[in-house]
């Protein structure tokens, strides 16, 4: 895998974000390096933390980058997803409630996350989906900073509330982003 990832726009607005990918055939490991900058005026939730059911169990480590969801669109077509999901039905005894990082106006994230996609197929084509929303402070509490980053337990009713920045299709045999 290669160490120097470029990362490529995927989203100007008032939230911007540049991804880059690199694929290790040998694992099918796709390695995935971001950049989201807060442009807009208001703070901003990014859906990159994982949930509170896997710090609390700890599969995860409070405040870092959570294992991404993903659905294999069709054989070989992989999403990769950072986003808010809804509450599981039924609702289990600790629900695992959706962590943000928040994002004040003028300030900048970096991440990056590697995750093999258990799919029978080898990935031809992969994206990756990053859940973002306003930071409305009615629907998060428990802030907690780690290692920079201030994090915050939300509620499920950001799920319908968040749009998704999605990269286009990488080309796993090509190693480029398609146009």
Known sequence: MSDSIQLAPVADGPVRLA???AYEPRSGTVRV???IENTGAQAVAVFDRGHRHAVLIGRQQSGAVGEPTFVEDRAG???LRHIALPLPDPAPTSPPSPMAA???PGASLEGEFAYAPPTDAEPRRV???LGVAPFDADLFDMPEDSAGVSVWRASFDVVDRQQQLCTPWYDVAAGAFER
Do not use: P, Q
Request: charged share 40%; glycine share 6%.
């Open 77 to 79: 077509e992989v999403t």
């Open 102 to 104: 928040r994002i004040d």
């Open 127 to 129: 994206r990756w989906c």
């Open 19 to 21: 991804a880059g990918f």
């Open 33 to 35: 390096r971001y950049r």
